[in-house]
């Protein structure tokens, strides 16, 4: 797999992913272009809305500093999809054989989403060594990242879910934990506004 494709990244980018929901089209290349201003170049579109495939290929084509990814992808067709539009790594909130099909025929980096022992396993048997643990604090946070590294010291995590401004340095201060990702860099109320600079501050305060 693709894996060392985040370890190349992650030497020219800050270890934070945004999880970007895109509520208008409109809003797609200056919230990418705040967010690379600011250091974060590693961004997650999520697909949770009808505009984030369209995002990503704009984003592609219009911050060509940024390594735009795909999020909230649950099925091998949305994987599909997007990387036709030019995503550049893909994360699940879980994971499937479908899925795991998809992404080693694609060879590129897929992060599948993983809250229990057993689905850790799942994912490295499948070939993924980095993998999304989700919803992480739900799923035992901190605690639960430090029982995976001694049986699973070989995998990496990408914790999100619960993560924001005031801990995520704690999350990324665990050995087994090679970036973070969550909501918080790109608040609602400053992105209906517009308010790109307060984007940026995140980012570079981040």
Same mark, same amino acid.
């Given at each position: 797999?693709?894996?060392?494709? +985040? /370890?190349? +990244? ?54 060509? @500093? ?31 054989? /479908?899925? %795991?099909?998809?992404?080693?025929? +694609?060879?590129?980096? %897929? ?7 057993? @689905? ?7 070939? %993924?060594?980095?993998?999304?643990? %989700? ?60 308010? +790109? ?10």
């Amino acid at each position: 797999m693709a894996d060392h494709m +985040w /370890d190349l +990244w992650l030497e020219r980018a800050k270890p934070l992913v945004p999880v970007i929901v895109i509520n208008s089209p409109l809003e797609a290349v200056p919230l990418a272009q705040a967010l690379v201003d600011g250091g974060v170049r590693l961004l997650e579109v999520t697909l949770r809305t009808q505009h984030g495939l369209g995002a990503i290929e704009a984003i592609r084509q219009a911050v060509p @500093e940024a390594i735009v990814g795909v999020g909230t992808v649950t099925s091998a067709q949305q994987m599909e999809s997007a990387l036709k539009k030019g995503a550049q790594f893909v994360v699940s909130p879980g994971s499937s054989d /479908d899925l %795991f099909a998809c992404a080693r025929e +694609w060879g590129g980096p %897929f992060l599948p989403g993983v809250a229990t022992a057993s @689905e850790v396993m799942r994912a490295r048997e499948a070939g %993924f060594r980095y993998q999304k643990f %989700f919803p992480a604090t739900a799923a035992g946070g901190i605690p639960m990242l430090n029982a995976f590294s001694g049986p699973f010291s070989d995998v990496r995590f990408c914790p999100t879910g619960g993560i924001g401004q005031s801990n995520h340095h704690e999350f990324l201060a665990l050995k087994n934990v090679f970036a973070v990702g969550g909501s918080w860099l790109t608040p609602v109320d400053a992105v209906s506004a517009q308010n +790109w600079q307060a984007i940026t501050s995140l980012a570079i305060a981040g």
